[in-house]
């Protein structure tokens, strides 16, 4: 496993599975001093000064490609965005092959998003162990900074993971957000996980995953404690999984009728982009207990957090 060095320090982040409870609470603390205590401001450092972070997005996104952008600026470093649809992969040049030019440009740290399930490991594997990688998204598997910044978001507005009743709703199959936050919340000892969704829209033996499964949304929303919707991920979709027209929103859609069977004040968490009217209602995505744009702020802490840890042990020469 390339994660973790010999000592247990973190060198590389590529999935949350293998983490212990005080790799995670290092990450979430140390995010937490990157805020003013007074007005909630992100501060300038210059933790990665004279670094070059290298963004490689195979997958569009709005929200990890800028936060990873914003962090690493934040923490001093210089930010190299390429551009995929322009760059030489379109030549046949290898995923290997770009990251090892690119290192030659004397980039140290790697955010990599790609659709194949894997290819942040593989990249791992081959490349100088002297540079970093973080997955920011890897096909249907993992999205550790996802899970990451929703913890903090859970212990800066609840506290503590043990006492919660925690559900995720949705595609959880196609999710890797869904994947990273189950193994994050197991780690920090959640009182109950439970998962919702369509029988097609599961995995096969979820509950193998330690997490109580509900097809019902008004039986699995009732007393829980937060609410973690997911979006239903077309793109990853065989045809034919889905109820046709809203019937999706009918049975699984949080309205406000089903989040009045969740506990008084349930906090709601998604990880964007969101479908309104689809996964969830237009108003319960906007009212105060949604915490959704919190979410995307604390992703630049967090992100800034992992940056920075993981630089910081590559100095240190954890091997
Ligand atoms: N949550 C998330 O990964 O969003 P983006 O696809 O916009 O990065």
Known sequence: MHQLSKDGKLKNLLTIEGLKKEHIIEILDKAEGFFTPDSGEIIQTNHLQNKTVANLFFEPSTRTRSTFELAAKKLGASV????????????????????????????????IRHHTSGACHFIAEQIDPKVAIINAGDGCHAHPTQALLDMFTIRKHRQDFQKLSV?????????????????????????????????????????????????DLHQGLKGVDVIMMLRLQTERMQKGLLPQG????????????????????????????????????????????????????????????????????ANKGSL
């Open 80 to 111: 190299l965005n390429l551009d995929i649809s322009h760059s030489s992969t379109s030549k046949g040049e290898s995923l290997r092959d770009t990251v090892r030019n690119l290192q030659a440009m004397q980039c140290q740290l790697f955010v």
């Open 167 to 215: 559900a995720i709703v949705g595609d959880i199959l196609h999710s890797r957000v869904a994947r990273s936050q189950i193994h994050a919340l197991h780690i920090l000892r959640a009182g109950e996980i439970r998962v919702i969704g369509p029988k097609t829209l599961l995995p096969a033996q979820v509950e193998k995953l330690g997490v109580h499964v509900f097809h």
């Open 246 to 313: 809203n019937a999706y929103y009918r049975q699984y859609g949080l309205t406000t009728e089903t989040l009045s069977l969740a506990n008084p004040n349930a906090l709601i968490i998604h990880p964007g982009p969101i479908n309104r009217g689809v996964e969830i209602q237009s108003e319960i995505a906007d009212s105060p207990n949604a915490v959704i744009l919190d979410q995307v702020t604390n992703g630049i802490a967090v992100r800034m957090a992992v940056m920075s840890l993981l630089m910081n042990n």
